[in-house]
T-cell receptor
């Protein structure tokens, strides 16, 4: 079955780059996603990447996909305190549109 | 506009109560979803509606009853819940069930006492 794994915590200093990593198991996934969840809030779609791409950049966010190793990463440049949140990696089940989430990485940004 | 609106934001209910959670979107999306999220855990899918018909039920107990009265609205009716059902309930929508982007609401924080 599908499984998505992430490390649970990451702490960085304001202004540094943050890199959040994710591994997934379903090689047939066509899209992979990054969602952000602030305390007490819903999920915000940050970005996604199609499986035939290896990189996507959107302002401060860079997504890298290594399909061979089933490894996805999210790099946040110039990390700000407002970036403190939980970041979920997700893959989509091709059989029903269901999103399968990793455990989430809690990013803490220190001034 | 990528807004999915959920009401209420917070709900406290007793185990014998009946209550409903509501979700609304005006993006013309034809797939709508209910997810349940426990504290410090990822969201887990409960139900999917596609074109107002129930498409997926992830073996959810019958004390949770979804309803999709029209293409913009999704309800979740709650009856005889248990304290372990306390969680954040998230609604999401997408253009279709296989569409690329899914947008989430802010959630309803449910506490069962």
């Amino acid at each position: 079955g599908e499984d998505v794994e992430q490390s649970l915590f990451l702490s960085v200093r304001e202004g540094d780059s943050s890199v959040i990593n994710c591994t997934y198991t379903d090689s047939s996934s066509t899209y992979l996603y990054w969602y952000k969840q602030e305390p007490g809030a819903g999920l915000q779609l940050l970005t996604y990447i199609f499986s035939n791409m290896d990189m996507k950049q959107d302002q401060r966010l860079t997504v890298l996909l290594n399909k061979k190793d089933k490894h996805l990463s999210l790099r946040i440049a110039d990390t700000q305190t407002g970036d403190s949140a939980i970041y979920f990696c997700a893959e989509r089940d091709n059989q029903g549109g269901k999103l399968i989430f990793g455990q989430g990485t809690e990013l803490s940004v220190k001034p | 506009d990528t807004e999915v609106t959920q009401t209420p934001k917070h709900l406290v209910m007793g185990m014998t109560n009946k209550k409903s959670l509501k979700c609304e979107q005006h993006m013309g999306h034809r797939a709508m979803y209910w997810y349940k999220q426990k504290a410090k855990k990822p969201p887990e899918l409960m139900f999917v509606y596609s074109y107002e018909k129930l498409s997926i039920n992830e073996s959810v107990p019958s004390r949770f009853s979804p309803e999709c009265p029209n293409s913009s609205l999704l309800n979740l009716h709650l009856h005889a819940l248990q304290p372990e059902d306390s969680a954040l309930y998230l609604c999401a929508s997408s253009r279709g069930q296989g569409a690329t982007e899914a947008f989430f609401g802010q959630g309803t924080r449910l506490t069962v006492v």
